[in-house]
């Protein structure tokens, strides 16, 4: 009977593990950024029509009037570590030579994600077009 525990003891936790990476593997093979922000969602937002294409984890969006992406940046375990993730991801945002007027870092669930805008300068609809399209994400990725 001990010889049978000690094989089925670490069997059930191999399988175990393994389950757990098939879900998470499904789970972030099924986050694809065009769905999460269509084409026809950014375009809204901007106000221009946009062409979405698709990358490894991110989609890019561009238009005679502009463009910009969406890119998934990580899948982690917990809401809690993809909020943590995110805050440290936007303080070094704020120290980058990026202008963090353009893009925005956030999470919802479990996925971290950032939302960049292709132009030289702010405009004075940046800030809420930016707060729009990450309403828009997040509606669209688990909670």
């Known amino acids: 009977m001990r010889i049978v525990g000690r094989i089925m003891l670490p069997l059930s936790l191999g399988l175990l593990a393994l389950l757990a990476f098939s879900v998470s593997a ?13 084409a026809e969602v950014w375009g809204g937002i901007m106000g221009y029509t946009v062409t979405a294409t698709p990358g490894d984890m991110n989609c890019s969006y561009s238009g005679k009037s502009g463009g910009g992406q969406f ?19 936007q303080d070094r945002q704020q120290k980058g030579k990026h202008n963090p007027g353009l893009s925005a870092i956030d999470s919802q669930g479990s996925v ?27 509606q669209h990725l688990p909670k």
């Open 26 to 38: 499904a789970y972030g093979a099924s986050l694809l950024p065009c769905e999460i922000v269509s």
């Open 71 to 89: 890119r998934i940046l990580a899948t982690v375990g917990s809401s809690s570590e993809a909020d943590a993730s995110a805050k440290r991801m």
């Open 112 to 138: 971290v994600f950032s939302i960049a805008l292709f132009q030289k300068e702010p405009s004075a609809d940046s800030a809420s077009q930016l707060k729009k399209l990450v309403a828009a994400a997040k």
